[in-house]
Every structure is written in C-alpha cells, then in structure tokens.
C-alpha cells in the first residue's frame, strides 16, 4: 500500500523560503505522475505544481510559476516544492498525490490522483 507523508510547512514571513517534501513509501513503481496541491481555507483545493515520476516533466500552476520549484530524488522515494518569494495568499494546507497511471499530462483535477498524504499547513504571515 502506498503512503505518502508531507512536512516542512510551517509560519513564515511573506518574502521567504519553504521547502516542503513528500516521502512515499510502498510500491512507488506504480507512480506515473506526482503532484502538490493546496486547499484554502473555504476554497477548493487546486493544483500548485506536477512532476513526471519517471521522465521528470514539471508543470506549474500560473499562481506560483516562477516562484516554486517541483523536483524528485527517486532513490529517497521523495518529492520536494521549494516555495520562494511566499506570499500571503500562499496559505494553506499543501498536500502531495500520486497517479498510479492515468492517461494525459499534466493532471490537474484533484480527483485524477490515487493517493494523497495527510497535508502539512504553510501559513505566511504579511
């Protein structure tokens, strides 16, 4: 059964750095595609950034392109979201998936991933 655990969230300033990982356990070759997603308070949650589990591929939300960088070390089985330049509205709960195979790329629909962790809060302070 796979697992996946985020951390590294936390408060911050607005301006600073998060690196936020997602360590996943269990039969990782089933993974086609990895993504972060974060969910506002009384806001749907959405897509912040997608990785390719085998090619590397990476998309990003428009919100955080620029800002936010997605990247995997297979051989810890984790994946990573250097958040820079945080912001305000960057507060939430941020929680990373995998796809066990799904047609198309990027995935951008929350209910198109298989697995999720448990979520770590990011709460950036003006």
């Known amino acids: 059964q796979v697992q996946l655990v985020e951390s590294g969230g936390g408060l911050v300033q607005a301006g600073d750095s998060v690196r936020l990982s997602c360590a996943a356990s269990?039969?990782?070759?089933?993974?086609?595609?990895v993504g972060w997603f974060r969910q506002a308070p009384g806001k749907e949650r959405e897509i912040v950034a997608a990785?390719?589990?085998?090619?590397?591929?990476?998309y990003y939300a428009d919100s955080v392109k620029g800002r936010f960088t997605i990247s995997k070390d297979n051989a810890k089985n984790t994946v990573y979201l250097q958040m820079n330049s945080l912001k305000p509205e960057d507060t939430a709960v941020y929680y990373c998936?995998?796809?066990?195979?799904?047609?198309?790329?990027?995935?951008?629909?929350?209910?198109?991933?298989?697995?999720w962790g448990q979520g770590t809060q990011v709460t950036v302070s003006s």
């Open positions: 269990g039969p990782t070759s089933r993974f086609y595609d």
């Open positions: 998936a995998a796809d066990f195979g799904k047609a198309g790329w990027p995935l951008t629909q929350s209910d198109q991933y298989d697995a």
């Open positions: 990785i390719s589990w085998s090619g590397g591929s990476t």
